[in-house]
């Protein structure tokens, strides 16, 4: 369910999709975009406060609805992934490629892009995404 604090329109450019944008790196991106002038929409597990000139959308990655929301003319995503499984993440990456023309993966250094096994299951989960991210047309 979106929220109703969507503000004037003072922004130009693209909108930028950020999740996990009440995390600690999120909230870190939203407010460098916001500070570039771009127009951001944050989805949140929870209601936040909200903030002039940044929209925010309340569900997470796993509520389709929520996700469709949050899409809804936005240009690029900035993706977190926050589940220890890939599994889910097909439909909703589709989605996100669909509706956006760019889309940003937070992943981690350790994938060793040259073994197809990766040192531990969340850095595999890591490398499914990015795997799963690359193979959508």
Request: proline share 7%; net charge negative; aromatic share 2%.
């Amino acid at each position: 369910m979106s929220d109703t604090s969507r503000p004037a329109d003072t922004h130009s450019g693209p909108t930028i999709l950020v999740t996990g944008a009440a995390g600690n790196l999120g909230r870190e991106v939203v407010n460098r975009l916001q500070a570039r002038g771009v127009r951001v929409r944050r989805l949140n597990r929870r209601a936040v406060d909200p903030r002039p000139g940044i929209e925010s959308v309340v569900g997470d990655l796993t509520d389709p609805t929520a996700v469709r929301a949050a899409l809804v003319n936005v240009d690029a995503v900035f993706l977190v992934w926050p589940l220890l499984d890939a599994t889910p993440a097909r439909r909703l990456a589709e989605e996100l490629v669909e509706a956006a023309s760019q889309v940003v993966y937070l992943s981690s250094t350790a994938v060793d892009d040259h073994n197809p096994d990766q040192s531990d299951p969340i850095v595999e989960i890591h490398a499914d995404m990015e795997a799963l991210l690359t193979d959508l047309p």
